[in-house]
């Protein structure tokens, strides 16, 4: 089956389906309210997220181990969780917040 990238006015879902009409209904169920602005086939059957594109490459540690952790410890409080990277890492805010949200949109 066919991988795809979806992508609607707030989210990018990539999902396999038989076909762009089945990838289509993907979004028309769990997003009902929005509309498909770009579908395109993936070349492939995986997906690969760039650390470095997220922001991720130069760091002392592995910063998703450390973020799911921190995500972990926090119940999924991303607020909570930004706290705990910062006082995991001694990193500012701005860099704790790409990490935690990089991380939970990865899925932690």
Same mark, same amino acid.
């Given at each position: 089956?066919?991988?795809?990238?979806?992508?609607?006015?707030?989210?990018?879902?990539? =999902? $396999?389906?038989? #076909?762009?009409?089945?990838?289509? @209904?993907?979004? +028309? #169920?769990?997003?009902?309210?929005?509309?498909?602005?770009?579908?395109?086939?993936?070349p492939?059957?995986?997906w690969?997220? /760039?650390? /470095?594109?997220?922001?991720? /490459? +130069?760091?002392?540690?592995?910063?998703?181990?450390?973020?799911? #952790?921190?995500? =972990?410890?926090? +119940?999924?409080?991303?607020?909570? @969780?930004?706290?705990?990277?910062?006082?995991?890492?001694? #990193?500012?805010?701005?860099? @704790?917040?790409?990490?935690?949200? =990089?991380?939970?949109?990865?899925? $932690?």
């Amino acid at each position: 089956m066919p991988l795809f990238e979806i992508e609607t006015g707030a989210h990018i879902i990539i =999902s $396999w389906a038989a #076909d762009e009409a089945a990838a289509t @209904a993907v979004v +028309a #169920d769990a997003y009902p309210g929005e509309r498909v602005v770009r579908l395109t086939r993936r070349p492939r059957d995986t997906w690969v997220i /760039s650390k /470095s594109a997220l922001g991720l /490459s +130069a760091t002392r540690e592995r910063p998703c181990n450390t973020a799911r #952790d921190c995500l =972990s410890r926090a +119940a999924g409080d991303k607020l909570h @969780a930004i706290r705990l990277y910062m006082h995991e890492t001694g #990193d500012d805010l701005d860099r @704790a917040r790409k990490v935690i949200e =990089s991380t939970m949109v990865m899925g $932690w």
